[in-house]
């Protein structure tokens, strides 16, 4: 074999006790496993001593804003370093295909603040099977630091067949993006999602969304939205996704799924008992969290979703204009706009972690109110010469969460784990470093939420069943070697608010295919990752 590592105390992600074992590697798959006493051991090549060291399958990251990063960074390190060997990207209902050569200039502008604007990207694709043979020939045809499946945006499809008009959809409109979705999935995408809370894909009427599910169904893939309120009529959006998938017979995985704001504090076993009697009831469910209270996203998007009509042009148009920009201030500030979830904003909450533009970066760090007392002025001034100087390019933090909820929904049976990892900015949110081992450490060895075993199930072979992976999510022989060994002892997450991008600690090795990409804690050169694409294949 090419490689043993022994004495490992095998967390497999069943969820069941660990057992010591050696395991066996060769081309990239794991070829023995053999316990304890059970015989000859296996020798290879190279022999690794894991005495002491968990050794389970890679990490699955559900909910990542890698789309860009993965393309310029041949290093990687914010997900290497933590464990991961698999990320889901087009999230949320904005990425980079499928695209024309409009639309992809409205996304790059519409999402810079999660990507940044791509200026050092050669954006020579225009599908989605285009992105993904990128990806797979990405840095002189190496490949990419770690794994990457995709889901087809609906956002960015809404913008190529409608626009950006608040209306609904024609029904030669309609068809367009059927087959732009069936496109999609044929060429490789693992599902769809949306961004009900961003535009344009926040236009969409629940019919509309029902028969792109039915598609995305037909093809094997499953929704994951990032519904319309996780703050005021947060219930409401949950049991409309659970509703318009049961009548599209399509899977849905709940994007971060979280309550938040003051108006669900202590709510969580509501959204559960919602989840569990849907299950109950036959529907195919799933959702990903952070283990963390704040949410991360653009300055932009709490603005409401009439002044957001049109695109990011538009957007700066009416902030330009004084009565429009009143307007708005007061949908923000007194009514509670659509695109901060129903909730009139709280400056003191808003953070800003990352500008676009260097000559605003004293803000960061800052939040929007304290920022507007230190210059002498109303937040809304603040945030309003922050859009327009920063070209909506502004990255928030959202300290608007409530960890008893966190908590109640990590424990429950079909959760996994999802970084939400924005890595744009100069100060982004600690999740993009640190959310696995931060599972890991505090949440499974510190405060005992999760039992390790369960833990590690919960961020492996659970979200590769929602991915329909047959060959990874377990350490089992004939499975892919993508495989993490870490220290249960020590294991935690290096990144903090005030110090986001420092690196984990406990994970000294982390293998993709068999190969190290950290080995000893170090980043190695290898680029192990490729695009991991659906079967595409029509339901029968």
């Known amino acids: 074999m090419d490689l043993v590592i022994r004495n490992a105390s095998v967390v497999d992600g069943t969820g069941t006790p660990s057992y010591r074992a050696d395991v066996g590697i060769t081309d990239g798959r794991i070829t023995e496993i053999r316990g304890e006493g059970e015989g000859p051991r296996p020798t290879a090549a190279r022999t690794v001593e894991a005495d002491g060291l968990a050794l389970s399958p890679g990490f699955i990251d559900m909910h990542a804003h890698s789309d860009l990063a993965l393309l310029r960074d041949p290093d990687h390190s914010a997900k290497a370093a933590q464990g991961v060997t698999l990320e889901v990207l087009g999230q949320d209902g904005l990425s980079y295909a499928p695209a024309d050569d409009r639309t992809l200039a409205e996304v790059r502008s519409s999402i810079a603040g999660w990507n940044g604007d791509g200026s050092d990207i050669d954006f020579d694709w225009r599908t989605v099977g285009g992105y993904l043979d990128r990806l797979d020939r990405n840095f002189g045809g190496q490949g990419i630091a770690v794994n990457a499946a995709y889901l087809i945006p609906q956002g960015t499809v809404r913008m190529l067949a409608v626009g950006w008009d608040d209306r609904p959809a024609t029904d030669a409109e309609l068809e367009r993006m059927r087959e732009l979705v069936a496109q999609g999935m044929a060429e490789g995408a693992v599902g769809m999602s949306s961004g009900l809370t961003y535009t344009p894909g926040m236009y969409a009427k629940d019919a509309e969304l029902t028969e792109l599910c039915r598609v995305v169904a037909a093809h094997g893939g499953y929704y994951c939205p990032h519904h319309r309120s996780y703050g005021a009529g947060a219930l409401a959006a949950y049991e409309e996704m659970v ?108 953070e800003i972690s990352g500008v676009g533009s260097p000559d605003l970066s004293s803000y960061v760090g800052r939040t929007v109110a304290e920022s507007a007392r230190l210059r002498g002025e109303e937040p809304w001034v603040t945030a309003r010469r922050l859009l327009v100087e920063d070209r909506l390019g502004t990255t928030i933090l959202q300290h608007v969460g409530h960890e008893e909820n966190v908590r109640q929904i990590m424990r429950h049976r079909v959760h996994t784990g999802g970084s939400d990892g924005i890595l744009q900015g100069d100060k982004p949110h600690p999740r993009a470093y640190g959310t696995f081992p931060q599972y890991l450490g505090r949440y499974a060895r510190e405060l005992g939420i999760l039992p390790l075993e369960e833990c590690v199930a919960h961020l492996t072979s659970r979200p590769a069943a929602r991915l329909r992976l047959p060959d990874r999510g377990y350490v089992r022989e004939g499975y892919r070697a993508d495989l993490v060994l870490f220290d249960p002892a020590t294991v935690a997450a290096g990144s903090t608010f005030e110090e986001p991008r420092t690196l984990p600690v406990g994970i000294p090795h982390v293998l993709i295919d068999g190969r190290f990409v950290i080995e000893d ?20």
């Open 521 to 540: 804690g170090r980043r190695t050169s290898t680029l192990a990752g490729r695009a991991v694409r659906g079967s595409g294949r029509r339901a029968a």
């Open 243 to 350: 509703q318009l998938t049961r009548d599209a017979g399509c899977p849905l995985h709940l994007a971060h799924a979280t309550m938040n704001f003051g108006v669900n504090k202590g709510k969580a076993p509501e959204l559960l008992s919602l989840l569990d009697d849907a299950l109950a009831a036959g529907a195919d469910i799933s959702l990903d969290t952070y283990p963390y209270t704040p949410g991360c996203t653009t300055l932009v998007a709490m603005l409401p979703s009439w002044a957001n009509e049109g695109g990011p042009g538009a957007v700066l148009t009416r902030l330009a204009d004084e009565a429009t920009a009143a307007r708005m201030r007061h949908d923000v500030e007194v009514v509670g706009s659509d695109g901060c979830h129903g909730v009139p904003i709280e400056w003191d909450r808003i």
